[in-house]
């Protein structure tokens, strides 16, 4: 049984680029949340795909967006890449329908941006 | 607004002791409550959770403590043992929202 997994596993980008990180949810799972996780905090929630569409979202800008496939797996874009944009980035599967979800996370894609 | 807080950034203990990881909330309206366990480059285990109906859950060396009238929630974790040194995260949510909010983590070291 295949848990979450995400790639790349390690980015390098500059100021200005814009990157695109991937995720596949645990078999049986069809909801993808998406985090980003800064050194010495706790995760924090940018946005929920369920039903290829965006369900939930945190308290990041427009250049942070994504999509999900019919597939449940999703990307996360980030355009215009800040200096304040490295983090390791978290993408956690769910099954919707639930009235309490338990999250499931990935091991995370760690972005650099110089 | 950190609404869901982890005051002690750091817990040692003794192998075979009991260690005691607390969490505090100010959200009345959460109702469900997940500790996870986070290892160096690995993402964050989901370990155990509670949902604000009850106040207790077990599952083996780990118990979780609800106290809603505190906003406050702790992870017993008996007896410790090495494998556990980690960094623990509590997360709370709403029903149905999707979105767990989280502490900033409290790294636990066992000492043998």
């Known amino acids: 049984d295949a848990g979450v997994t995400q790639s790349p596993t390690h980015l390098i980008k500059t100021r200005g680029q814009q990157v695109t990180l991937r995720c596949s949810p645990k078999?049986?799972?069809?909801?993808v949340s998406w985090y980003q996780q800064a050194l010495g905090q706790g995760p924090q929630f940018i946005f929920q795909?369920?039903?290829?569409?965006?369900?939930q979202r945190g308290n990041f800008p427009d250049r942070f967006s994504g999509h999900q496939f019919p597939n449940y797996s999703s990307e996360l874009n980030v355009n215009a890449l800040l200096l304040g944009d490295s983090a390791l980035y978290l993408c956690?599967?769910?099954?919707?329908?639930?009235?309490?979800?338990?999250?499931?996370f990935g091991p995370g894609t760690r972005l650099l941006v110089l | 607004d950190q609404q869901v807080k982890q005051n002690s950034p750091s817990l040692s203990v003794q192998e075979g002791r009991i260690s005691i990881l607390n969490c505090d909330y100010t959200?009345?309206?959460?109702?469900?409550f997940l500790w996870y366990k986070k290892y160096p480059a690995e993402g964050p285990t989901f370990l155990i959770s509670i949902s604000s109906i009850k106040d207790k859950n077990e599952d083996g060396r780990f118990t979780v403590f609800l106290n809603k009238s505190a906003k406050h929630l702790s992870l017993h974790i008996v007896p410790s043992q090495p494998g556990d040194s980690a960094v623990y995260f509590c997360a709370a949510s709403l029903s149905n929202t999707g979105k767990l909010i989280f502490g900033q983590g409290t790294t636990l070291q066992v000492k043998p």
């Open positions: 956690a599967s769910s099954l919707a329908g639930l009235v309490q979800e338990t999250q499931y």
């Open positions: 959200n009345s309206m959460f109702d469900y």
């Open positions: 078999s049986g799972h069809d909801t």
């Open positions: 795909y369920y039903e290829e569409e965006e369900r």
